[in-house]
């Protein structure tokens, strides 16, 4: 025990005392009088039965500097020892309003367990708080574990606790969470959120395990929302049999932002309304097309590379080598670079697509000669500006 709670302690002062800047923390929206008091009960919450504060003045130090203060902490030691409870009233009325309550609990807890180790008096003090700011003792339980996760830097305790997470706590906390977690930020019954700071590979069989259904070659993801964040998944050993399919269920919103995908099969919406993609590259998808759309959907692509991507069949049709769909769905291209792509079949379609209501704006296509336009309409639409052909057959058709 001894020796975990040594672990905890160097973790803490390696990752949060003298670690990077806090990013989005909420306390940075705030006015400067909400701030001030704010800053003044952390160094109550520092120096609460305990003799020696300098590493919690370090953290205290830390989250003023990530959230712009125009105070130094000499400040707060002087200014907590005037507050009155008129003024901590007032605090706790604006915190509960702002939904800053959760966020200023994980700090206290945070700040109390920075020496690895928390005495019963603190406990007592910390339950004092909580309860003072109306948070349920359940949710109370879930910070506590999510402190741990934090200060632990562990991927698994937090999704493990994320899971049960029915309040949404996690959405309080992801300016920690965020530096550390490579997985789901978010599992909940209406949000899947999968996220790396550091852009580090996404293990695939996370997302397996993640989702409603699997089979041999494909998955089925069931959310109300779908992030795919800052990640790098590769597809190409998923399975020897088929190209490994991510199904997306049934989602008012999914969103790519800053990933890379690579080999895979079809990336398939069915029912989802909204697709948003931006910062995405999409490599060597050469068996199947990128995106396989059903009716109604919308997708929008942003400053995104494509690269070998697109088929060749012996069907009778080829209805797009980037998205499959003859279903008139709106598709936008903006900033976009399209590389070696095609589109191959008895019936060559658009390299990119067949029969949509296409546009397409400051795109660069470059060797995408292997098929009969890059946007084919028979009953669909295209318009677009400034787009560049290199070694490329015609834009529209």
Known sequence: METSKNRTYELFQKNLLHGSSIKEHPLEKTDERFKHTYYDLLYITAQYENSDTENQIQFIKRIMDSTNAITVISDHIRSSGELTSE???DFISNCIHMKMEKIFLMDCLLIACSTGKINKSQVDYLSEVAA????KKSDVELLCEYAVSILEQSTEKYEKTNKRDTSEIYKHILCYTKKFVCGAIANTNKCLHFYSMTHEDLEPKKILIISDSA?????EILRETIVFENLKIDLSNMTQIHDFHIGFNCAKDVIFRSCEF?????????????ISIDDCSFINFCNDAV??????????????????CGYETGFASTTGGIVRSANMNKLIFRDCSFENCFAQGNFKGGIVSFNN??????????????????FYNNNGSYKGDNNK???????KG
């Open 357 to 374: 209501i296409a546009e397409s704006y400051n795109c660069t296509f470059s060797g995408c000669n292997n098929g009969t336009y890059i």
């Open 389 to 395: 052909l290199i070694d490329s057959v015609e834009l």
């Open 132 to 135: 003072a700011l109306n948070i």
């Open 215 to 219: 089979n041999y070659n494909s998955c």
């Open 291 to 308: 995106f396989d759309l059903n009716p109604d959907s919308e997708l929008t692509v942003s400053r995104s590379v494509f690269k070998n």
């Open 262 to 274: 690579i080999q895979g099969g079809s990336l398939r919406f069915r029912g989802c309304r909204s």
């Open 87 to 89: 003024k901590v009233s």
